[in-house]
Every structure is written in C-alpha cells, then in structure tokens.
C-alpha cells in the first residue's frame, strides 16, 4: 500500500517562498506519476503541477507557472514542490498525490500553507 506524507507547509508572507516535500513509500516510486493539488477552503481541489515517472516531463496550472517548480528525487522517493513569490490567493492545503498508469490516485494527508497579505 502506497503512503504519502507530506511536509514543509507554514504560514509565509506574500512575495516569499516554500518548499514542500512529499515522502512516498509501500511500492516502487519510479512506478508512479506524481502530482501537487491544493484545495482552498470553500473551493474544490484544482491540480497545481505534475512530474513524470523518470522527472522527464512536468506540468503546471496556469496561475504557478513561472513560480512553482515540481521535482523529483528518485533515490529519496521524494517529491517537491518549490513555491516562489507566493500570494494570498496560494492560501490552501496541498496534497501531494501518486497514480500508476490509470489505476486510482493515492492521496497523502495534506500540509497547510497561509500566504499573508
């Protein structure tokens, strides 16, 4: 079974940066594509980035383009998610999620992150 746990997430003023991780374990990382959702309260979940299997290939959601940077590192089983020049409008829970192939997505618990104005 597949465990997401993510980290790094805090309370940061507009224009500054974070770095959230996500450890995964259970199966065979390089097996899995992954991605970095974020749910803003009262809005439902919208997909923020994705990395391919090897780190080949990434992904963003328009609004981060430019300022978020998903990575991968294969022999940690991590994911990052590098948040630079953040604003009030980032304010959400991020969830780091795992699918393989076009089986049923892992979900981790999520991590809090609070832009101030």
């Known amino acids: 079974q597949v465990q997401l746990v993510e980290s790094g997430g805090g309370l940061v003023q507009a224009g500054g940066s974070l770095r959230l991780s996500c450890a995964f374990s259970?199966?065979?990382?390089?097996?899995?594509?992954m991605r970095w959702f974020r749910q803003a309260p009262g809005k439902e979940r919208e997909f923020v980035a994705g990395?391919?299997?090897?780190?080949?290939?990434?992904s963003y959601e328009d609004s981060v383009q430019g300022r978020f940077t998903i990575s991968r590192d294969n022999a940690k089983s991590t994911v990052y998610l590098q948040m630079n020049n953040l604003q009030p409008e980032d304010t959400a829970v991020y969830y780091c999620?795992?699918?393989?192939?076009?089986?049923?997505?892992?979900w981790g618990q999520g991590t809090q992150v609070t832009v101030s104005s």
């Open positions: 999620s795992a699918q393989y192939a076009s089986r049923s997505a892992y």
């Open positions: 990395i391919s299997e090897r780190g080949v290939s990434t």
């Open positions: 259970g199966r065979t990382f390089t097996n899995y594509f």
